[in-house]
């Protein structure tokens, strides 16, 4: 896609009002700096939440909202029409057309999939569509469960090569501690480089509704910019909010830069998008092949593996220690592996996960 490509992801708490109800008003905004970012050539692509919490709105009548996994399936079918139905109007209000689209985990974890949604997307970026992008709630019940939008955003935005990933969310940006502990709490402007720190100063899901809190949107800044894409976190509320976030506005926002040493697009998805199905467990010198040498993980330097793997799943690769130092996809087998050929993962498919 075109080099100025932006995915930008807004929150449950800010496509919803305080009943649940689809934020009108909200959309409003997003769709009209979407547009008038495609008017100056960049491509955009909006990652949604907010199904369940409107299709709640629409069939609880005040009832406690469930937390099961079918029910929740359930009420994200009632809210995901009526979501697509705000969207379609806020976008049509500044003559633009949107089109739905639904991921679930499969369209990332395989090759095949993966590249078949970035030509749905491409697809209708040609036809001059904002694609709409959603979790596929009401039938992947993995990703109510564990899944959240901000992953998927970054997801996105290594999917489609873009530029910037904002996350558009109901706190100024990332903040020193947790305003509702610490009311001298003030915002980080920048980060180029992440830490043990920087992470414990984020906290859980600050409403309740959303599956996200500024944890996961750390991991989706940190998955990004592994990518090569500058981040953003931003306030949803604030006028012009993406087109400010766009712009690198001083004292707007949480910007993270992009690591100077950046993953192939391919690599990429080996780290971030598949999910991986066991773990390699090796010792010192292959820790010291892998980090300094950039070497092929060899069967010699594995001392123990665990999972059900398959030839060509993802793996973890864990040091001597048990932290994880890398990721990569397997030659062999579980069942197979004392037999296979010296080569385990090959240094092509191993990406090293222990830098900053």
């Known amino acids: 896609m075109a080099t100025r490509s932006l995915v930008v992801k807004i929150g449950t708490t800010s496509v919803t009002d305080d009943t649940g109800g689809?934020?009108?008003?909200?959309?409003?905004?997003?769709?009209?700096?979407?547009?008038?970012?495609?008017?100056?050539?960049?491509?955009?692509?909006?990652?949604?939440?907010?199904?369940?919490?409107?299709?709640?709105?629409?069939?609880?009548?005040?009832?406690?909202?469930?937390?099961d996994s079918v029910s929740l399936q359930a009420v994200s079918a009632v809210g995901q029409p009526l979501l697509m139905h705000a969207w379609r109007d806020a976008f049509s209000e500044v003559g633009a057309s949107v089109g739905q689209v639904l991921l679930a985990p499969l369209d990332f974890s395989h090759r095949g999939q993966y590249l078949h949604a970035r030509g749905t997307l491409e697809a209708l970026h040609a036809l001059n569509v904002v694609p709409i992008v959603n979790e596929n709630d009401a039938v992947a019940d993995e990703e109510i469960r564990f899944g959240d939008n901000d992953r998927l955003?970054?997801?996105?935005?290594?999917?489609?090569?873009?530029?910037?990933?904002?996350?558009?969310?109901?706190?100024?940006?990332?903040?020193?501690?947790?305003?509702?502990?610490?009311?001298?709490?003030?915002?980080?402007?920048?980060?180029?480089?992440?830490?043990?720190?920087l992470v414990e100063v984020a906290g859980d899901s600050r409403s309740g509704v959303g599956s996200g809190g500024m944890a996961s949107k750390l991991a989706a800044a940190r998955m990004a910019t592994w990518s090569g894409i500058t981040t953003v976190i931003a306030p949803a509320r604030a006028e012009n909010a993406l087109l400010h976030a766009i712009e690198d506005a001083p004292g707007f926002g949480t910007t993270f830069r992009?690591?100077?040493?950046?993953?192939?697009?391919?690599?990429?998805?080996?780290?971030?998008?598949?999910?991986?199905?066991?773990?390699?467990?090796?010792?010192?010198?292959?820790?010291?092949?892998?980090?300094?040498?950039?070497?092929?993980?060899?069967?010699?330097?594995?001392?123990?593996?665990?999972?059900?793997?398959?030839?060509?799943?993802?793996?973890?690769?864990?040091?001597?220690?048990?932290?994880?130092?890398?990721?990569?996809?397997?030659?062999?087998?579980?069942?197979?592996?004392?037999?296979?050929?010296?080569?385990?993962v090959h240094r092509d498919d191993l990406v090293l996960l222990r830098r900053s």
């Not at 990332?174 to 043990?196: H, K, M, N, S």
């Open 22 to 67: 689809v934020a009108h008003g909200a959309l409003a905004s997003v769709a009209h700096d979407v547009v008038e970012l495609r008017a100056k050539g960049w491509t955009v692509v909006v990652v949604t939440s907010g199904a369940i919490t409107a299709g709640w709105s629409e069939v609880g009548r005040g009832r406690r909202r469930p937390s």
């Open 153 to 197: 955003a970054a997801l996105v935005a290594n999917l489609v090569g873009a530029s910037h990933l904002v996350l558009l969310t109901d706190t100024a940006g990332l903040l020193t501690a947790d305003p509702r502990l610490d009311p001298t709490a003030t915002l980080i402007e920048e980060v180029t480089a992440f830490d043990t720190e």
């Open 258 to 344: 992009p690591r100077a040493e950046r993953l192939s697009a391919r690599k990429s998805w080996i780290a971030f998008a598949v999910a991986s199905r066991g773990a390699l467990h090796i010792n010192q010198g292959a820790l010291q092949a892998l980090e300094h040498h950039g070497r092929s993980l060899l069967r010699v330097g594995v001392e123990s593996h665990a999972g059900s793997f398959v030839e060509g799943d993802a793996v973890e690769i864990k040091g001597p220690e048990g932290q994880v130092i890398a990721k990569g996809l397997v030659r062999v087998s579980a069942e197979s592996f004392h037999d296979s050929d010296d080569v385990v």
